[in-house]
């Protein structure tokens, strides 16, 4: 598997967000590997995005977001799940996207549709809360072989709140593909 390089991060967000779907996240703990296909994701774009938790501005909560790209930001909402995001662009921009969904490839048991799910499945939590993604424990991977696949565009899920940018397509996802969150 090759690792992805900080510099296919530091792109736009969107595009970078459709571009991480096929490729493996990869997970190495004394329990063992643990790899999934990200199948679905959403894009948030920074600090002008009514979405994005960098909306609200560079806060404790936000700082790794605001980092340099490369790095997961992980946060609890309701109290209960964590999310694993993946930061983009430059840094200051406040951009990341977000793993909505993963297919189990390797030593993965539980749940996988849903961010809060794939974390559980995955152990991942606020711990993880920037960790380079280009290391060599946590990492995402481009696959052997590239896939043929389309890719839908949605709205985001979630965000109602978010007024215009509620609306705007920049949740992706691999056609078909039975551990999508929901169609």
Not at 4 to 30: H, I, M, N, P
Not at 109 to 128: F, K, N, Y
Request: hydrophobic share 40%; charged share 25%; net charge positive.
């Amino acid at each position: 598997m090759q690792r992805l390089s900080r510099s296919f991060y530091d792109r736009d967000t969107a595009l970078v967000a459709q571009e991480l779907l096929g490729k493996s996240l990869v997970y190495r703990t004394a329990a063992g590997e643990r790899i999934g296909k990200i199948v679905e994701v959403e894009a948030y774009l920074g600090a002008h995005d009514l979405a994005s938790h960098s909306a609200k501005g560079l806060t404790a909560r936000t700082q790794t977001m605001f980092g340099p790209p490369g790095y997961a930001y992980v946060y609890l909402i309701y109290g209960v799940h964590h999310c694993l995001n993946v930061v983009t662009e430059r840094e200051g921009v406040g951009a990341a996207v977000l793993i909505r969904a993963l297919e189990p490839e390797k030593n993965i048991s539980g749940h996988t549709q849903g961010p809060g799910r794939l974390c559980r499945a995955l152990d991942i939590d606020r711990r993880m809360n920037g960790r380079d993604l280009v290391s060599d424990d946590f990492f995402i991977a481009a696959p052997p072989a590239a896939e043929e696949f389309s890719i839908v565009k949605r709205p985001r899920i979630g965000v109602d709140y978010a007024k215009h940018w509620a609306r705007r397509r920049l949740r992706f996802y691999i056609r078909g593909n039975p551990f999508i969150s929901r169609p």
